[in-house]
């Protein structure tokens, strides 16, 4: 399986941008769908977007205005760029890895990145 290692957490006022990465330790080419989930305190683990090999892009309903997710397979990395952050974005941030296009979570997790929104 591929590692993956998030970075780009941090503290951020409201209204201020963030842009998380996320790096799979070999290729992520053959990693057929690549996303991002978070989890709030008291709160279960909520799929914000992902991306597949052949570029089908899904965003959750409530996640599309403001997060874009990207994906570069020859950098082995994939991005969220998060704008107009509220505080109930707080949250750990994860990237997940799998290889069925089924709407369900992969196998491979990153350990996860903190992003905290100041009011």
Partial sequence: QVQLVESGGGLVQAGGSLRLSCVGSRSIHNVNVMGWYRQAPGKQRELIADATTAGRVYYAPSMKDRFTIS??????????????????????????????DNGQAGPMWGQGTQVTVSS
Avoid: H, S, W
Avoid at 74 to 96: G, H, S
């Fill in 71 to 100: 994906r570069d397979n020859a950098e082995n990395t994939i991005y969220l760029q998060m704008n107009d952050l509220k505080p109930e974005d707080t949250a750990v941030y994860y990237c997940n890895g799998g290889f069925g």
